[in-house]
């Protein structure tokens, strides 16, 4: 098979809750040799399922094998990659940045530019939290200078569909 | 109430399990107990590889579900081969494992092992029991699983606590399994676009493979290839899912499959995979693999297709019911001019070795004992140049009488495949077609067969070598034979050896262990020998001196493509 490009892949999917299928969800992937960007994992509204979501970066034809070969998984209850199809998205970081007592207010106008809030004030540094789509939280990124950050925490994206109910239309 | 123990048996029986296989230790302990008292076989395996093996060669005999246990620890790492062996094939097996106590889990117990970690990979689902009162339902869901869509081993974790605690749960309840789908309908539209593929093809040819034994579909296979006079190759696994006397019959393809198949994938406008995942031992150099050809894919493993191969006409769903449907719908067409070229390759191109050859050939062994059997047998095999003799030279005409290891090609497996596939079919001819080095790797469990009153005939082509490795050495690797010679040192320039010279002596092996061995150099004992091994009221050892440096014919090299068969040295 031809190799197409690699991209971000955004995978989700319902996982029982129980224990071992993280690892098997995980095994499945790095044994095919990904290397996972990101992963979000926590318990639903049902409290026996929980959703899993997973940045990976590859070729649109290995995901798709990827995405067959999870579902067939027994513990892996629902999967769909919804990076192709209309979707929401969010992030949530904290981000320690640096600013001294003279760059303080402008480091805060900055942040609140891009509906992030200063949560806590350091005497050298303060930390942002900031939660959005990912490109917002990537343009705000970007404009921090090199040097200027200390610690960057994300937890991961998390995925929804613009049309409702997830992996309705699989 | 009953115990855990009890409840675990119960489910196998509720599984309809007749026999097992294994091995105690101490944290299977309560379920040996609990056996002691049940009236399902217990076959006492020498090692736990062997247990795996029996259960994957009992399964693939009989189409149930086969079935080993095992004690924790080296118990369970013993058995990983095994597993793999049969996922690898897709084989219904259930695996049972003892489990230290479930407070001393993650404490590098005596005999720990992270045995659900270990053999995730290599099973189609595996988990740890945690609650006793979940023993019926997961016994249950195991063997379901098992055995439902693309097959494979189920392992089953359970502590030794588990197993002594008592319950009140004793049925499993009705299965619900939501994140497991079974059963796939298929899809009328894509037989219906198969269907018209097949009737406006002017060179079609039918690939089938293990998938069509499996679903217990070799009837209707045959029955659309004679409607529509297609012509059949199979996969080492799908041997015996077409007859291999019909004039149709290609015979296997792949690296060493017959030219004839090799030719009619490459020329043929339209290629049918039935069960089949284009494997690159049969696909050869993928780019030039059935270039001509439409690719049509009929699967219930939504993951094998498009795997590996671009398929035009994909039909998701289980063999047997798409074939039915797909034989309404085919019409008998005349084919001419590609039943002409098609007839010519199988004229010059059959398997071949060379007759006028004084010395004892490995060929010439194995058309003997088909003609012996009159083709009438269950075959299993070791891994290795005798394998794909036993694939070439005898013609196999029935679903489940060929039982090899083709995925993972695990030697030591046609030792105790023939032991299980014996113990499921007591009244059949079982013989191990088997080479010098692979049966060493579990030839502990022939007294498992003596103990038993399991019959089975090892042969052994005796070549003095690890043949097949030492072939792509000859034509690979400048003819340095590293580490592949099996005789002793001395005789390491290959200068005649003399039979009474040869290690281990597998004669004295077979009679340490009860069994009868007889040794032939020569060919004009091997019909009667075969005939005295085959009508032996018990286990017997044949081991024939074959000529040492043969070679199997034809092979598509390594990274060329179907149509660059070397057919021979010269
Ligand atoms: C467990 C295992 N180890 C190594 C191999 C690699 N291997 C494949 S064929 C072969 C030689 C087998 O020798 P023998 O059983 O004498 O069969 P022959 O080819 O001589 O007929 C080896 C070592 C294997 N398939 N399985
Ligand atoms: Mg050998």
Known sequence: ?170 | MKTGAECILQGLQDAGVETVFGLPGGAVLDLFAALYRSPIEFLLTRHEQGATHMADGYARATGKTGCCIVTSGPGATNAVTGLATAHMDGIPMVCISGQVPSAMIGNDAFQEADTVGITRAVTKHNCMVRHVDDIPRIIAEAFHIANTGKPGPVLIDIPKDMQSASTDVVVAGDLNIRGYQDTFISDDKQIDALAEAINSSKKPVLYVGGGVIASGATAELTALARKTRIPVTTTLLGLGAFPETDPLTLRMLGMHGSVMANRAVSHCDLLISVGARFDDRVTGRMDMFAQNAKIAHIDIDPCAIGKSVAVDLPVLGDAKDILIKLLDRVEEIDRGPWMTEVAGWQKSFQFEYDKNESELLPQFVIEKIYEVTGGDAIITTEVGQHQMWAAHFFKYTQPRTFISSGGLGTMGYGVPAAIGAQAGCRDKLVVCIAGDGSVQMNIQELVVAVENDLPIKIIILNNGYLGMVRQWQEMFYNKEYSATPLLPGRYARREKVPQSDYLPDFIKIAEAHGAKGIRVGEKDKVAATLEEAFAYNGPVVVEFIVKPEENVYPMVPPGAGLMEMIQSMA
């Open chain 1, 1 to 170: 098979m031809t190799k197409g490009n690699d991209v971000n892949h955004v995978i989700t999917a319902l996982l029982e809750n129980r224990r071992g299928v993280l690892a098997r969800v995980v095994d499945l992937i790095s044994g095919r040799g990904f290397n996972i960007l990101s992963l979000n994992v926590a318990p639903t509204h049902d409290n026996t399922l929980s959703r899993m979501t997973m940045t990976i970066k590859g070729d649109d034809h290995v995901l798709e094998q990827v995405t067959k070969q999870l579902n067939k998984l027994v513990d892996v209850v629902d999967v769909s990659d919804l990076s192709q199809k209309r979707h929401i998205s969010a992030e949530l970081l904290l981000i320690e940045v640096s600013a001294t007592p003279s760059e303080r207010a402008e480091m805060a106008k900055l942040a609140e530019l891009h509906d992030a809030t200063v949560v806590c004030v350091h005497p050298n540094s303060m930390t942002i939290q900031m939660a959005g789509e990912l490109d917002k939280v990537e343009d705000f990124l970007n404009l921090l200078q090199e040097g200027q950050v200390y610690e960057l925490i994300r937890t991961g994206v998390i995925i929804s569909p613009r049309d409702g109910t997830v992996n309705s239309e699989q």
